[in-house]
């Protein structure tokens, strides 16, 4: 499916993630994965959380820096060589991945996708998962 | 004057007052508090006093005739910015010490304007009184304007349309004509600069008019020279140097060629408006704000003027200057507008470049950059600090 993933910069200031997590926490809304991109300066951690609009405006009210951006999240067996039969469909296709993140819980992998074109990857991807139910 | 060697006789036209030393800063510091006043404290209706950073501030003393003439050089802005005692005037510059607020009040007051006083600070409580009174002109720094202007596009209950604001009047600082686009845009006003200091007597010792070129000085009270500030001679009209002002009507506190450190031209085609008063232009920096960074003149306003010119940024910045190892360092901290920060790092390196390569072509010299979060560079309810020049030995 498609959702939408909060970007929120943050400068490498020392606890300043800890902000982030203690004001969701806070208004009660759960992160459900993220991952941090960073240089020396700053980092921007991508987050895909329940609530969206809620979280969005919870860390906005507090001077974060969020932005949206879509994203394609699929769950997958959480098996050898899985993950690279995915993978192969969407080279085949000629779509690019910008990024992802994974994580697992041994019996399913949920992978966050942002690539160049999030519809034909989500498409593709949705079909996949079909053929092999 | 007599080390100058200057007698009575000498003075026989206004040329003369080239044979006269000047004043400045430090002589007005050295004769604190009231040495430099020509009339007796009995006459003296108010004071007022520079904020005086460093050292001792510097007094001001106003006899009744001089806070007369000070608020008929503030009406005249007002009215060449079109406000008319219909118009209600809100002086969010700071009451006291500070000219700022007083001089702003005195002026509207004069006209006949509906003036609403609230001082700096509590914006919310600013921004609340303004659209439940109508503010039609608002007169504070730039900077805290620009401050306002944010704190409403954050206000879900106020939209710029729906205040009755029309005129912005800032001064106390120098500000660029991108600062003036970004005011006009946001607050949905027309900006003038009104120009003073407390040395002269305050705002309003001449101000812009409806064609927004250049600020018309009121010559009759304040007769402005412009000098070269190394080697203290006139420049040709129309060349750039120092601003210097001989008050013409002062009683109070007079002073004579007082060096203004603020940098500008003066222009004296006639204006479109048909005011013949001379003209300046705006100020490009002060002669003692001008930071030199590794042997090159850098005036904040520069980098103000490129920051003002990229859609991408807030408008706010804090330059750094430091010496490591011997060698200058120059910082800049600035923060993009929050859409702008996007989900991935190369689109943030990408406007730091765009902002490094400008800034490298106007200053001659390559800043570091900081892209810092929204809202961390500490807002100004008066005089924006925007340069922290932590070297011992200023060169």
Partial sequence: ?????LSIFLQNKLGRFAQVASILGDAGLNMRAFTVTENADYGIVRLIVEDVERAVETLRAASFAVNLTDVVIIS?????????QYMRTLADEDIFIEYMYAFSNNSHANVVIKSNDNQRCNALLESKQAESL | MDEAGVTPDDIQSIDDIRKLP??????????????????????IARFHASSGTTGKPIVAGYTVHDLECW?????????????????IVQVSYGYGLFTGGLGAHDGAGKIGCAVLPTSSGNTAKQIMLMKDLGTTCLCCTPSYALFLAETIENEPDVRP???????????????????????????????YDIYGLTEVSGPGVGGECEFQNGTHLWEDMFYPEIIDPV????????????????????????????????????????????????RMDKILGRSDDMLIIRGVNVFPSQVEAVIMEMPEVTGQYFITVDRVNNID?????IELKPDYYGDNLSTIERTKQQLSERLVSVLGIKP???????????????????VNDKRKFKN
């Fill in chain 1, 1 to 5: 499916m498609i959702t939408k993933q």
């Fill in chain 1, 76 to 84: 997958i067996p959480d098996k050898p060589g899985i993950l690279a």
């Fill in chain 2, 22 to 43: 000047f004043m400045q800063k430090k002589d007005l510091r050295e004769y604190y508090p009231t040495d430099t006043f020509a009339a007796p404290i009995k006459d």
């Fill in chain 2, 71 to 87: 608020a008929e050089g503030v009406a005249r802005c007002l009215t060449a910015y079109g406000v008319t005692r219909e118009d």
């Fill in chain 2, 161 to 191: 349309e729906d205040l009755k604001l029309r005129v912005g009047v800032f001064g106390a600082e120098p500000w660029t004509e991108g600062m003036r686009h970004a005011l006009e845009q946001k607050l949905h006003i027309r900006a």
């Fill in chain 2, 231 to 278: 080697t203290l001679q006139p420049v040709e009209d129309g060349k750039e140097g120092e601003l210097v002002f001989t008050t013409l009507t002062k009683e109070g506190m007079p002073v004579i060629r007082y060096r203004t450190r603020d940098l500008t031209r003066l222009i004296r085609e006639r204006c479109e408006c048909g005011r013949t008063a001379v």
């Fill in chain 2, 329 to 333: 360092t120059f910082d800049i901290d």
């Fill in chain 2, 368 to 386: 570091t950059l900081h892209i810092v979060e929204p809202g961390s560079i500490e807002r100004s309810m008066g005089k924006a600090k925007h």
